[in-house]
């Protein structure tokens, strides 16, 4: 199928006046097409299904079967959580009536409004949802890429690539070195390499207590900086070394058959190196010309439409979504006001004025959690955050146990509002 790209419509103007009408009564229930099973893709089928009552019909579009959430994965590193733990079947939006494929999406053809599916197939579509979650620029680290990811694995879409990382980590000699290459932004969970750190360090503190951690960092800085170390210095003294930019950090090239990275013309060895490469929107998203040259996509932040097609709406990690950052969480919340604009246009349903919210949870330690988060609003321009909060240093012990217990309840609620 030949994938074309309409033009572009650049205004929140433009792309509201172009919703088309309801249906007439008595036609064809309109289909809305859902690509990616994530904590974007999947809220919206649910929404959509949930809220529309049958009057429109939901096709998720997703090709595994068991979905581990990327949020928690490190939890799973740090032996708080098993992998079974955050997995999750498509089952309940089945049971809703949702049609749910397990196939990959290779293909839109935004003029005749279709989907070419890898299995040959395709799906018509009178409103389209992706939400492909990234893609990695795999040129981003000299060295890496698609053949080397198994040896130094990003594990940066949790599963199998998260289950190798364990073993890895698990398999390191005593005193042995793990290594991190954190990504420049924009990428999916500021404070995710992070805590995944912290994951690491709380397993090799009770398995492997001489071991060394080493952070290449692009960045100058990075989320709950301050949070972090104060917590490494506290769980883990002398064993985490963060290397920012212009002191260590920035890599000249990885070499996976000898297990270095090399940086400032230095070659370091390690025994495991967790690298994770910049970012991108997912495949489909770049296939489709629904991204600019950042390799995201830009959104009409009111209604998470395409500012490239207005019958599509894009979600998620893949968007430019101003001030909200790339979580799961932010996902959720978008999910649910392109929900509502879709229903809004295909049945004539009310509106409300959209309103967005993210609290990203990190685990430092046992009991010693922290967060960070915002509510946002929608302007002509971006998603614009309206108010925040964060954990603070020096924090009693009580109060972060309890933050940690906090992001248990809300693990157990997102992912029930996610999948059902």
């Known amino acids: 199928m030949r994938v074309t790209r309409r033009r572009l419509i650049g205004s929140a103007a433009a792309g509201a006046a172009a919703l088309a009408a309801p249906a007439a009564i ?15 893709g999947a809220t919206a089928a649910r929404y959509l299904a949930r809220d529309g009552k ?18 928690f994965s490190n939890l799973y590193l740090g032996g708080f ?26 293909g839109i053809d935004r003029d005749t409004r279709t989907v070419a599916l890898a299995g040959g197939g395709s799906l018509g579509y009178d409103r389209l949802i992706v939400a492909p979650g990234i893609d990695f620029r795999w040129d981003s680290v000299p060295g890496h890429g698609i053949a080397a990811q198994n040896a130094m694995p990003h594990a940066w879409k949790a599963g199998s690539q998260t289950e190798l990382l364990k073993a890895q980590i698990a398999s390191m000699p005593e005193g042995g070195v793990f290594a991190m290459v954190a990504p420049p932004n924009p990428y999916r969970c ?4 992070y805590e995944r750190v912290s ?8 398995t492997n207590p001489t071991a060394k951690i080493m952070i290449f960092d692009p960045k100058p800085k990075f989320s709950k900086q301050a949070l972090f170390e104060e917590g490494w210095a506290a769980h883990y003294p002398g064993m985490i070394e963060w290397l920012e930019p212009d002191f260590g950090g920035r890599i000249d090239e ?37 991204a600019d040259a950042s390799g995201f996509c830009p959104i009409v932040p009111a ?4 500012r490239m097609d207005p019958a599509v709406h894009v979600l998620g990690d893949a968007t430019i979504a101003g001030d909200m950052p790339k979580s799961g969480f932010s996902a959720n919340s978008q999910a649910k006001v392109a929900a509502m604009a879709v229903r809004a246009a295909l049945t004539g349903s009310t509106a409300f004025p959209p309103r967005f919210s993210n609290t990203c949870w990190s685990l430092i330690a046992t009991g010693d959690g922290v967060k960070v988060g915002a509510r946002y609003e929608a302007t002509e321009e971006k998603i614009a955050k309206t108010e925040g909060f964060i954990s603070q240093t020096g924090e009693d012990a009580e109060l972060r146990r309890q933050t940690y217990e906090e992001s248990l309840g809300w693990y157990a609620g997102i992912t029930a509002d996610i999948f059902g």
Request: charged share 15%; net charge neutral.
């Open 81 to 106: 959580r098993t992998l079974e733990s955050i997995a999750h079947s498509y089952g309940r939006l089945a049971a809703m009536g949702i049609n749910v494929v397990h196939d990959w999406a290779v």
């Open 190 to 193: 500021p404070p995710g390499p």
């Open 26 to 40: 008595g036609a064809a229930r309109p289909h809305v097409v859902v690509i990616g099973g994530g904590a974007g």
């Open 54 to 71: 049958g009057a429109i019909a939901v096709t998720l579009v997703e090709p595994t079967r068991t979905y581990h959430t990327c949020f």
């Open 199 to 206: 994951m690491v360090a709380h397993q090799l503190s009770r």
């Open 254 to 290: 990885v070499r996976p058959d000898a297990m270095e990275i090399v940086s400032d013309g230095e070659a370091v060895k390690v025994d495991v190196a967790n690298v994770i490469p910049a970012q991108k929107a997912g495949r489909i998203a770049e296939i489709a010309g629904l």
């Open 303 to 306: 209604t998470m439409q395409s």
